[in-house]
């Protein structure tokens, strides 16, 4: 929760610092973000990380896929019934919860 309150707080701080600025400071900003944008050097980083991340693409999706069906394996083997147990049925006839083998769950007969 302190988080949010501290990310609407930067944003309002944000909002409020940046509509003192005005539209001139805006455009000054701006110009100097393309400005950065378009350096050769930057173009270069930028060229870099596009052919890593199409290197690494083809693997990070098989290393995701793989996860995701040892997850899908595991719950379906854990939504299997189980084999009964051999274990103790109590009925608190006076509320109407039955008991069996540490979980509750209550009938429907009126009270």
């Keep these: ?25 805006y455009e000054e ?6 400005k950065f944008w378009n ?8 060229e870099n990380v596009e052919e890593f991340a199409k ?22 083997s854990s939504k299997k019934p189980a084999a009964k147990k051999s274990g103790t049925t109590s009925a608190a006839s006076s509320s109407g919860t039955k008991t069996t083998s540490g979980t509750s769950s209550t009938s429907n007969t009126p009270k």
């Design 1 to 25: 929760m302190r988080g949010k309150i501290l990310i609407v707080a930067g944003l309002a701080v944000g909002y409020v610092l940046g509509a003192r600025a005005g539209r001139e400071r």
């Design 29 to 34: 900003i701006k110009r100097a973000a393309t």
């Design 39 to 46: 350096d050769p050097r930057v173009q270069h980083q930028v």
């Design 55 to 76: 290197d690494k693409a083809p693997e990070v999706a098989e290393f995701i896929t793989d996860n995701a069906k040892k997850v899908v394996s595991q719950v379906r």
